[in-house]
């Protein structure tokens, strides 16, 4: 499949004209960036390009590293109507950063300073290709915190993270990205740079920022935002509690957020995550649903009162105390977790769903989930379902289950068909029982035909009319959340 927009004497006449931007070393044509880039991180993507159909196929490759070369770019995408699609760590799992319809990806790999740290105000201004661990390991050293912690930090940036409305393992305390976001610096996608305010909180009008944030590149590519910092925490105490009964744990859960505790890490993990995953990770003898919990701060008695009111609310809802150690382990390994021999390859068929529903929904999407996956596939590919709750709020949770087929057909389009077969019966059930299917992980192309039903018609009229305001041209990321203009 060639999804190139370009014929060969126009590729070359677009690197050229690229070269004339970022220099000859920062540009790629269509051959040279089909042995580097693939796309993204989903199953979708992996499969495709293993047998040699890319899903996403640039005609051009390019890197920038000032805004100024982000805005001279995006006017000669509008000039060549030619599409552009902005590319982060490339560790997105919905196909969002894929260039399916050729045209130029534009990395932001270069642009990944920091520069300028607050600590007064605590904030810093950070580029938008940092990536987050060697972000935050830079902050660590000088005692500060983005507290930003995606387990894919390892890849992810923060323009990345920003796009697809993100979230981390410290969420439950410290918010999703839209919360560790004061201001972004943009590109729109007519190459006009703004700056949105910097203030903690304003009334000047509906918040600009956050227009971007969850945006996936169709609405402008950020080259840098202004993001709250914390200190380091003095304190960190851990508990896993095991639960018999998964109710009673959520119960536990929804008591410690509406009495307004805010451990940074509650993670719930049904029976078939605790004992498939958690335990294969911390053997720490995990033999039914359990909970590990974080509670951190500054000032230790505190987080001690705090840490002693979440763990008796757990023991009131039926919570057997398994001690600090499974939470510790936990802790110092929670990116192993993505890496062999726990990470998932082919010919395996994988996939998650981060679902989010509030307290009134949960049990029921989480049956209705478990249910329509389970029957989604014959019983033969041995599929297993692994769920947890990660990202807690005051009304709500984050739903996550993880689907694997130890080994799917050797066929792609069969194997297409199973996984595709999964998504379809857990969206639709969670949908169906009270959900929305995007908690952090973003739309993409795997989610796409679904946007509607979560924002309604109206809300995909305003979505258009906002992308066609901004984006006469449909230059950015054509075709993404649903939306292309016209003329493009
Ligand atoms: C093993 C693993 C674990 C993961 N765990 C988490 C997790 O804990 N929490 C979480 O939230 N996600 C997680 N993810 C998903 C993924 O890491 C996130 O979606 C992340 O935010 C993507 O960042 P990225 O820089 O890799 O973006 P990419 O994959 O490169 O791009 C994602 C989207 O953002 C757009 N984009 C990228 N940069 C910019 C920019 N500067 N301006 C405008 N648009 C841009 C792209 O066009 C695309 O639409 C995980 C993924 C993997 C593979």
Redesign the pocket.
Known sequence: MDTSTLDPGATASLVQMLSGIVGDDHVLDRDAAAKVHTG??SWLTISAAAIGKPLSRPDALVFPSTTEEVSEIVLLANRLGVPV?????????QG??NADRGGIVVS?KRLNKVRTVDRESMTAVVE?GHVIRELEAGFNADGLSFTHY???AE???L???I??R????LSTKYGKIEEHILSVEVVLPTGDIVHTPAVPRHAAGPELTQLFVGA??VLG??TAATVALRQVPATRIFRCLLFDDLDAGIAAGREIMVDGLRPPVMRLYDKAAATGSLERAVECGIDRAAMVLMFDGDVDSVVQAEAAAGIEKCLKHGGIDHGSEAGEIWWKRRYDF?YPPHAPELPQIWATMDVVADFAHIRGVYDAVTEAMMGAIDPKWNMTLKTHFSHWYPWGSMIYPRFGVPKGPDDRDEALGLHDAIVKAATEAALESGAVIND???VGMRLNDYLGDQLGEGGMVMLQGIKTGLDPNGIL?PG?LGLDVASA
């Open positions: 993204d991180m699609t902005p590319f982060g760590g490339g560790s997105g799992v969002a950063a932001l938008a995606p387990a894919s890849w992810a940036t323009g990345g993270c796009a697809a993100g979230s981390g393992v996936e590149g590519i950020v993505y952090h992980h973003g990321c993404k």
